[in-house]
Structure formats: C-alpha cells, structure tokens
C-alpha cells in the first residue's frame, strides 16, 4: 500500500441493507416507491459514496474529481480530495476564496473524510482542493483556477494546518 505514489480510490463497498439501494442509484432497475421505503431504512451511520458531494455553504455547484493517496513520504500519508467548481473561475467566476473558504472544511469533514475512512484507511491529514475545471493532478495548468487547504483530522474534525 505505501508503495503506491498516488491511489485513485472509488466508493466504499456497499454491504447490508445500503447494498441494493446503491446499485439502485448506481443505475440498477427497481421500484421507486420501494427504494424510498429502503431509504428510510438505512442506517444513520451508512457510507458516504464517492460522487455523494454535500451541499457547501456557499451553495456553489461542486463535483468530485478524485481521492487520492499521496505516499511518498512513508512517515506522512496525505489523502487529496480534489473537487471541481466552475464558480471559483478567475474570468468568469462569481466567488472569491473569501466566499468558499467555510466550503473546505465542509467537504473534508462531510465527504473526503468518510469516503477515505469507508475504504479502511484512518487519515491523519487530508489536503482539499478546488479547481474552476477538471485537471491532471501533479501536472501544471496556467489557466486553471486552483484553491488549496490543509487539515489535520481528530476524530470526525478537520483542523485547519496553515502551510
């Protein structure tokens, strides 16, 4: 595992009750009616899945791009949750980083953290992007807008690390 520079990580396995309505909502056939029944069901404490980003408080339309585990140091794994909002587009966006900032702590906490968790790993810090477009990661993109944080994970909180 620590070998592996980068690891692009999919949703936790689903198992029990969330199991078929995943595959529901991942395009399996069922009835609506009994999925909603399901869906009252499930567990408070199910998986977060990979493309089940929460709303932010900006209200900015964000998806996810990628997770991934940065190994190159053995002594200090990093998980990067990078998250694509056009919003944040320097020509035509309409939010400053002033605007997204309370979003980063809301995406680790909300989602990077349990998708990360979901897949057997415990994060001890976790970097959360924002891009205005899809970008390759580790490879540099002059007309892309990009927002960074950093944070420590205790418990279910992320922690704010300045750089």
Do not use: K, N
């Not at 198992?15 to 991942?26: E, F, M, Q």
């Not at 809301?106 to 998708?115: G, I, K, N, W």
């Amino acid at each position: 595992m620590l070998q592996i520079a980068a690891q692009r990580f999919q949703h936790a396995p689903l198992s029990g009750v969330a199991a078929p309505i995943g595959r529901t909502l991942l395009g399996g056939r069922g009835c609506a009616f009994g999925f909603l029944i399901a869906l009252c069901a499930l567990p408070a404490s199910a998986s977060v899945l990979f493309d089940d980003v929460p709303t932010v408080p900006s209200r900015a339309v964000v998806d996810v791009l990628e997770i991934l585990q940065d190994a190159t140091d053995p002594d200090d794994v990093v998980f990067r949750a990078r998250y694509v909002m056009p919003a944040i587009a320097r020509d035509a966006g309409e939010l400053s980083y002033e605007d997204v900032a309370e979003d980063f702590v809301t995406l680790c906490e909300a989602h990077a953290l349990p998708v990360i968790r979901g897949d057997g790993f415990s994060p001890a810090r976790i970097i959360v992007s924002l891009s205005d477009r899809a970008t390759e990661f580790g490879v540099p993109d002059a007309e892309a807008t990009q927002l960074f944080e950093a944070f420590t994970v205790d418990g279910d909180t992320c922690i704010w690390d300045q750089f």
